[in-house]
């Protein structure tokens, strides 16, 4: 089977390399689709501070069940998060494994599903519905961390929520509070693009922040008094002294945008105002079966989202194309079809 390694920035090789045999709590699944984050981006620019090379990418997915085992039939399509616990620690025995103090990620401290067939552990798979395509069994872990941050908020239901940054989480951040029942979901970008791709999911409270005028336009979009709850998505020091700024007095502010850079914040007002910032990490096993169920009840809009796909053989394209295009791409796919 062909297997792709990222041997150092910006260099991907393909080697064959056996078929992994599977061991008895194991699955062996043929790899459908890889969906390409922004982390992954990071390590293809040799900017992730946690992965070293060689490594071989690779943590959104979906797959096939290649063989029939442990009451899985062959062709099932199927994905799995790609967390590797040491089920120990104190974040592990309280529940909280998405945060091990050993976690490991597949696809950055670990080999992830960039190859044809890969075994994992049967315990981590979850067979996804008969009408799902790869494509949205590829969506569900981005999903699965929307999911999450809108657990880590209080004021979803019946809220007004506030999302900083368009990019893809972003955009399934607001898609998924508006599952969850907020009454209002006001989203903002600098991209015209990314904002129209919003619109075209059906979120209809867009805010272009690339002017000076985007303050005054949050003060009018939540009447002066601020969102019930905020959901920092960019990364950037710009948004999170925007979400400090305009936060409703006693609400929640939930950072779940990655930082390249420590940003400075106003904690005067997170004091005076008594705000609470929150952070998010990943997803439980919950936070899938969740995004299973939102896709599967058309709470996301999945297909303004797919901006590409490209063959498996040119994975190297999909990420030159990213960066040639910057933020006039949502979700690139690489699919394995061809192979197989």
Known sequence: MLRATMTSPGVIRFDDVPVPVPAPDQVLLRVRRIGVCGSDIHVWHGRHPYTSYPVV????FSAEVAET????????????????????????????????ERLKVMGFQAPGVAQ???????????PLPEDFTPELGAL????????????RAEEVAGGRVLVLGAGPIGNLVAQAARWRGAARVTITDVSGYRLEIARR???????????????????EEFEGSGPDVTF??????????????H??????IVVAGVFAAPPRVDLGLVQDRELRLVGTLMYRRGDYADAIRCLSEGGVMAAPLLTVSFPFLRYA???????????????????????Q
């Open 317 to 339: 394209e999909a990420y030159r194309f990213i960066d040639s295009r910057r933020d006039r791409v949502m979700k690139v796919m690489i699919s394995l079809d061809a192979l």
């Open 140 to 151: 569900v872990e981005p999903l699965a961390v929307a999911v999450h941050a809108l657990g």
């Open 116 to 126: 044809e067939f890969v075994a994992l552990p049967r315990s981590a798979i979850m």
């Open 232 to 245: 920092e998505c960019a990364g950037l020091e710009e948004t999170a002294a925007q979400a400090v700024r």
């Open 69 to 100: 085992a442990a009451g899985l039939a062959a062709g099932t399509l199927v994905t799995a998060p790609p967390q590797i616990t040491c089920g120990e620690c104190l974040s592990c025995r309280r529940g909280d494994y998405h945060i091990c």
């Open 247 to 252: 936060a409703r007095k006693g609400s929640a």
């Open 57 to 60: 990418q690779g943590h959104e």
């Open 201 to 219: 999911c059906g979120i209809e409270r867009c805010l272009d922040a690339s002017g000076a005028s985007i303050d005054a336009a949050l003060r």
